[in-house]
C-alpha cells in the first residue's frame, strides 16, 4: 500500500493560498488531528477535504484512519470529522479555533474530514 505523505505543521500558508476549489487546500482550512486525548502525542494536519484516511499516517507512522482521539480546528472554517468514509456517519463538527479534547463520536473510529 502507497502512504500518502501527511502535510506537516511547517507547511507555509502562503503556499495553501494558491489553491481554491472545494476538496484543495486553503487558507481557511487547517485541523490537526492528534493521537492522544487532549491534543497529546502524535499529530497530522490537514488543510483539505479526505474522503478516507486510509494510508495517510501521523508524522511518526501511525495510521491515522481509526487512531485520532482530538482535533483543534486552527482554520477560519468549521471542519467536520466523519465516522465513516466520504463523509457520512456521525460525527464530530469543529467550528474554527475550537477542539475537542477527546472526540465524541469518533474517537479512534474516525475516517474522513470535510471543510465547509
Same mark, same amino acid.
Given at each position: 500500500? /502507497?502512504?500518502?505523505? +501527511?502535510?506537516?505543521?511547517?507547511? %507555509? ?5 494558491? =489553491?481554491? %476549489?472545494?476538496?484543495? #487546500?486553503? %487558507?481557511?482550512?487547517? +485541523? ?20 478516507? =484516511? ?16 482530538? %482535533? ?10 466523519? =465516522? ?8 464530530? /463538527? ?7 479534547? /477527546? ?7 474516525? #475516517?474522513?474530514? /470535510?471543510?465547509?
Amino acid at each position: 500500500m /502507497r502512504m500518502k505523505t +501527511v502535510l506537516a505543521a511547517g507547511l %507555509a500558508a502562503a503556499a495553501l493560498a494558491t =489553491f481554491g %476549489a472545494a476538496g484543495t #487546500a486553503s %487558507a481557511d482550512n487547517h +485541523v490537526g488531528l492528534y493521537y492522544n486525548s487532549n491534543y497529546q502525542g502524535d499529530q497530522a494536519h490537514f488543510y483539505s477535504n479526505i474522503p478516507d =484516511f486510509a494510508g495517510y499516517v501521523f508524522l511518526h507512522g501511525q495510521p491515522i484512519k481509526n487512531n485520532a482521539a482530538s %482535533a483543534w480546528n486552527y482554520g477560519t472554517s468549521t471542519a467536520t470529522i466523519y =465516522f465513516n468514509s466520504n463523509y457520512a456517519g456521525t460525527s464530530d /463538527r469543529l467550528a474554527p479555533g475550537t477542539g475537542q479534547s /477527546r472526540l465524541a463520536h469518533t474517537y479512534n473510529e474516525n #475516517a474522513s474530514l /470535510r471543510f465547509s
